[in-house]
């Protein structure tokens, strides 16, 4: 993610299926339809989506602007550019990215998700 990474507020919970819905056409950007494919399909067959925990806008500094993080209860992180509402792409949150959403607010990540970003980066090593 870089160097640059500022959460500038969020929302806690919600519902994936409300939140396409909020968005309209679920539109990807060009880098998420070249690349993320395959990441997407083992995704959904090893650990699935969940349902919103948190999404939160993030300035990491790009040139396209600020982005939405969405991070389920699954431990996966949508990102959608802010501005034109695209996704650009899905990670499986590392558990220091996942303190990162909680940290600016003096929030304490709950246990439970901690345990889930362990387990899929460093038990299923879903990042490789």
Known sequence: MGSYFHVIERKVGGNLDAFRRELGRLRE???FHRDRHERIMRIAQT???GHIVRQCL???GHRAGCEVHVL???GIVLVFNAHSRKLVTV???RPGQVARYYEP???DV??????RAYENTCVRHLNY
């Open 110 to 115: 709950p246990d439970w998700l901690m345990a």
């Open 72 to 74: 389920t209860s699954t």
């Open 47 to 49: 650990v699935g989506f």
């Open 105 to 107: 607010f003096g929030e």
């Open 91 to 93: 990670l499986v949150a």
């Open 29 to 31: 950007s060009g880098h």
């Open 58 to 60: 993030v300035d990491t």
